[in-house]
């Protein structure tokens, strides 16, 4: 499967984005999808992730209550809605699609083994 991660940008904060990442040569019907960020200077952490049936979600402390994370009905993108943004959500962000059972979600970064390239979100203060 191949992603395409999209959406980012310069908002300011308090502001909303949201991001998508369009899979090809799969669905995520097939594949666990995920969210992952990158800040300057900083490792990649995790910040959301999807199971295949949906009904389980996962999200860093860091974005609860503002991130919301969904595929949609073609089960080929899957989107985070990030609200309330704050200066510190400024990252690269990636997303990221492996294979799990039906109804569990992936939070570990080296239990992805297809990444999408970045999309970089800036949040001005």
């Known amino acids: 499967v191949q992603l395409q991660a999209s959406g980012g940008g310069l908002v300011q904060a308090g502001g909303s984005l949201r991001l998508s990442c369009a899979a090809s040569?799969?669905?995520?019907?097939?594949?666990?999808p995920g969210w992952f960020r990158q800040a300057p200077g900083k490792e990649r952490e995790f910040v959301s992730g999807?199971?295949?049936?949906?009904?389980?979600?996962s999200y860093a402390d860091s974005v609860k209550g503002r991130a919301t994370i969904f595929v949609d009905n073609a089960l080929t993108t899957v989107l985070l809605q990030l609200n309330s943004l704050k200066p510190e959500d400024t990252a690269v962000y990636y997303c990221?699609?492996?294979?799990?059972?039906?109804?569990?979600?992936?939070?570990?970064?080296?239990?992805?083994?297809?990444w999408g390239q970045g999309t970089l979100v800036t949040v001005s203060s």
């Open positions: 990221a699609a492996d294979f799990a059972r039906w109804d569990a979600t992936i939070t570990a970064e080296n239990e992805y083994k297809y």
């Open positions: 040569g799969g669905t995520f019907r097939d594949y666990t």
């Open positions: 999807i199971s295949r049936s949906g009904r389980r979600h």
